[in-house]
């Protein structure tokens, strides 16, 4: 498992490769470190070894083509993280995770499964004491509430590398649940949707596209101010909760500073 394929010079410079073939003759690569080469479909492993928390189950991997690389770890050896779906894991983890690889010289090195996180969403936004700080949007949507969260990415471990999430501000969209969102009245602002993150305009910042309702909006949906649909009036909420229908949910841009941990609505 601590085998390097050399990914580099064979594959990524090979000018006969079209860019599809090369593409598969990487992710065939990648998966050869954690693959018998019988298990190997496409960009898919149908029996990947040491999945984690399966008890000897035959577990997939697919590949996505959704991967970050950079220094998180070492500042001489980037990290190549891939996204990938399983049929092992379950909604609790968005049915996937991502698979890490060292580079080590002119290859890569299996260092681990990160079950239920996925970069889909994700950029590199700056750098702290040498290393590459990488910031994702994340989301998840359970029992009609769909929350969704900027986070920056923790790395530890050395063999087996460790990813964990910091989030910077959180979300959260009940109208799969009440078809409308709902607010607590006793709060000032509140977040329902994040969305488009991009980089902002200097380094260690990011910014995202945000729904949310002030306190001039809370205000008035607690005092009834709001027409209620009447698919959400089927609908029992809390007492000290009220409806925001969509039409009055207000839509911005936020700018987060990394390092400073703020958030700026603009």
Known sequence: MTRVVSVLLSLLLCSAFTGAARAGAIDRALLSLFCAPK??????????????????????????????????????????????????????????????????GRGYVFRGYQPGMQVDECMIAGQAGGLDVLVCLTGHMGQGFLETAVARVGFKGRARIEMSYDFLLTASDSTGAYTSNVVTCSEQFKYFGLSKLAAGPRPGTVVAQADYADSDTITKACAKGFPIPKDAQDYEIAPGEAFVPNPYVKSGSVLIDIFRRTVTLR
């Open 39 to 104: 298990a190997i479909a496409g960009a898919t492993c149908k029996d990947a070894k040491s999945y984690p928390n399966f008890r000897g189950d035959r577990c997939d991997v697919k590949l996505s083509e959704k991967r970050q690389q950079g220094r998180f770890v070492d500042p001489g050896k980037p990290l190549l993280i891939v996204s990938y779906g399983s049929e092992c894991e379950p909604h609790a983890t968005d049915w996937g995770g991502s698979v890490l690889f060292e580079q080590t």
